[in-house]
């Protein structure tokens, strides 16, 4: 039993040697992050760390091998020639030979199917869909990848069950216009003067409560008792809401909102995403709101395989209602996970990186991270003072045009 102990022991290093060599192209913490299969991920990544290669790296590895690189199992019949052969490969093998070995350590391997990976843009989810595509064996097990932003994710669900919330098939989602002037409407129906309660700033305020998963009348409770201005904007709310359900229609908001208010209510349709997808990743989760973080947390509820990727240092848009916390608490809410640090950077030079560190340094509330890279040196940093940002903004513009003209 000892000796078969020993060759196991050996059976593993080998496998995993092997599967280090094949992805060598990675660097040790990225290898981690793609080989990581089960349980709640936080990948902290800085800028030009390669966060994006991580990811689709990790969902192709999972669709293909599984848990295959942490998986302890060892064949029943091992011998010692067997492990031998894999000593032998893990030293001298070329790439070639490699992949033609690794199919044999499959562990459990996803379904594409099963796979959900959520971003913020068209762009970035654009992206993430033609690598994929690039990556994968065939064509049609790239498209069964769930890949695509909070919102077109949430529009497919609700496409399949908006009938649920009272929804009919064909609904019509607001846009910026259609939304200003049905609130617009609204307003001169509850006589509220626009002057006294400009249009802007209570569609800012809707767009908020729907971000933090109020309706009318939570809002009302929450912040209309003392104060008369937000008792007129949940008035306004509530009448809005109506007029998009009697419209059958929602507003870009809403799209969240009522999708996580659909799992929350409706039982058996969150058990369906929940068994659905077996894996859930979402890329620059230091952006999410109170809203996609529930959604999130919904839908890798069944299985709680969930990565997020994200850059605690990079988080610029609390005034869209991104919750920071959501990625420095993120191993609080999610217990035992696992945290892997993307600090090599391979965009800039070390003097950048040097100022870089020095500055994000001094940031509060940061799980903290040190950038450092494999170019030295680099060209000295210069400062330019302005007057005012329009100035700013013109200097940095014009800049980049003499540098892109002179390449």
């Known amino acids: 039993m000892a000796e078969l102990t020993q060759l196991g022991a050996r059976y593993l290093r080998a496998k995993r040697k092997l599967f280090d060599i094949y992805y060598s192209e990675l660097n040790a913490p990225q290898r981690e992050a793609v080989f990581t299969a089960n349980g709640s991920l936080l990948v902290l990544a800085g800028a030009g760390s390669g966060k994006t290669t991580v990811l689709v790296k990790r969902i192709v590895f999972l669709v293909k091998y599984g848990n295959a690189y942490y998986s302890d199992y ?32 499959i562990s459990a391997p996803c379904a594409p199917w099963q796979m959900l990976a959520i971003t913020f843009t068209n762009k970035a989810a654009n992206e993430i869909k033609s690598r994929l595509a690039a990556a994968m064996d065939d064509e049609e097990s790239a498209k069964s990848i769930w890949a695509g ?8 669900i609700l496409r399949s069950y908006g009938d649920r919330l009272g929804y009919a098939q064909g609904f019509a989602i607001y846009d910026a216009n259609d939304t200003k002037g049905a609130i617009s409407s609204v307003m001169k129906n509850l006589n509220i003067d626009e002057r006294a309660l400009p249009i802007k700033s209570v569609i800012s305020e809707i767009s908020k409560a729907k971000d933090n998963l109020f309706t009318p009348e939570d809002y009302e409770l929450e912040f209309g008792i003392k104060d008369f201005r937000k008792k007129q904007i949940a008035k306004v709310y509530k009448a809005y809401q109506a007029h998009l359900k009697n419209s059958n229609a929602l507003d870009f908001d809403d799209i969240i ?53 994200g850059d605690d240092d990079q988080s610029i848009y609390r005034f869209r209602g991104a919750v920071i916390e959501n990625i420095l608490g993120f191993d609080r809410k999610y217990k035992d996970t696992k945290v892997i640090k993307l600090e090599q950077n391979y965009r800039s030079t070390g003097v950048i990186l040097d100022a870089a560190n020095a500055i994000i340094s001094k940031n509060q509330g940061r799980k903290g991270k040190n950038l450092w890279t494999d170019r030295k040196g680099g060209s000295n940093i210069s400062l330019k003072l302005c007057e005012e ?5 013109r200097y940095i513009v014009d800049k980049i045009s003499d540098l892109v003209a002179s390449k």
Request: net charge negative; aromatic share 10%; hydrophobic share 40%.
């Open 74 to 105: 060892v064949p029943h019949n091992l011998n010692e020639e067997k492990v031998a052969q894999l000593e032998r490969a893990a030293l001298s093998a070329p790439k070639e030979t490699i992949e033609q070995i690794l199919p044999e350590f």
């Open 149 to 156: 932003t909070f919102h077109s994710v949430c529009m497919r």
């Open 257 to 309: 909102m009522q999708t996580v208010f659909l799992l929350r209510d409706h039982k058996d349709v969150r058990e369906y995403y929940q068994n659905k997808f077996r894996y859930v990743s979402v890329d620059e989760f230091q952006d999410t709101n109170h809203a996609q973080f529930t959604l999130t947390a919904f839908l890798c509820g069944g299985h709680k395989n969930i990565m997020v990727v």
């Open 389 to 393: 940002q329009n100035s700013e903004a």
